[in-house]
């Protein structure tokens, strides 16, 4: 059966036309944040210059994209049809009549497919595992600016001596599939993900100490909410069946909180310890606030320019981990749709045919693109600030 093919305009097109959920979105958030930029603090100042809008334009397509993967695939990532093997972008299959946009890898999967999917693997354990590691090096780094001594010694030691260690020598040793076999993931899971349950109980005891009314309200949905995520994550209890990772992925979690977690402490330590020189933070002490409340809402609110821009980067650095560590093919499974799986799974035919190599190596680049955008505005505005 000899395969049929559409043009490369109606490729295009096609596309387009197949991220209209995307288009909508990206429509009317974009339109009602530039609408009410005044009043949406930081967020709101990215719109007041051309990198910033399109910083969060990329990012918030790639976002889009992850949430409505489903709509916009012709395909399963998965399927495989035989007669689609290695075949040219815009070849139409013969039993669906659907088109593959952007060919089909030597699996006879839909390279456009497989991308849009990829972009959910991406945008849940980059920003996930970046939002642990802050919790940790802020959590860390706070006390350790702030008390210095023995505290900061013995912290400071500890991230130093993760830090000495080469990174991608340490990835290695903690995604590789033996590891997997051994209770150290679920270890250091176990021990990570109590930091955010931590920090938000100490924040709202600081707070609302004297409000026992609102505290237990706050505490109680904490714990509640954070040992319903816990028992997801470390022990896949969740009796709802929502909040669940799988091995593969926990590995990259606790990997990528593990590798980054130090270097936010020091970021965290070195800010402390300049802003708690500084005159509100002594008049906080003259009115007897407690130590932890004046880390938690004195110094670390006046430190979140430099950690948001940090994170955007921690989150870019993240997804080329990712796709390194699935181009070497450890970590996720062989069959994942995630880019650096795709990337490497192409790169082994790219003299014959480069067209499955394509898409997901400008996904990646565009994605890392976006977030580099992002903070560069972000450190823009917090210098201004």
Known sequence: MQTEFISAFDVVLGVLERFWPVWIALVLVMGVSFAYKKKLALYGQLFDSGVGIAGVGICLFWLFTAIFASTISPFDPLAQVSIMKDTLPGAIEPTSKLVYYFGGDKLARDVFSRMVYGSQIVLIIAPAATGFALMVGITL?????????????????????????????????????????????????????LFPIIFFSVLFWTRFKNRPDRLYILLGITLVVGGWIYAGLVFDADPLKIVHIDPNQLNIFVAVVFASSPGVFRIVRGLTMDIKTRDYVAAAQTRGESPWYIMLWE??????????????????????????LGYFGLGLAPESPDWGTAIKDASRLLRSFIHPALPPTIALMSFVLGLNLLADSLREQSMKD
């Open 141 to 193: 780094g706070l006390p350790a600016g702030y008390y210095g001594g023995k505290i900061d010694t013995l912290l400071s030691f500890l991230a130093n001596l993760v830090l000495a260690f080469p990174v991608i020598l340490l990835f290695y040793l903690l995604v590789t599939p033996g590891i997997m076999d051994t209770p150290i993931p679920y270890a250091m899971a176990g021990l990570f993900f």
């Open 299 to 324: 110094i670390l609110p006046n430190a979140r320019g430099p950690l948001i821009v940090d994170a955007c980067l921690r989150i870019g650095y993240t997804t080329i981990l990712l796709g390194t």
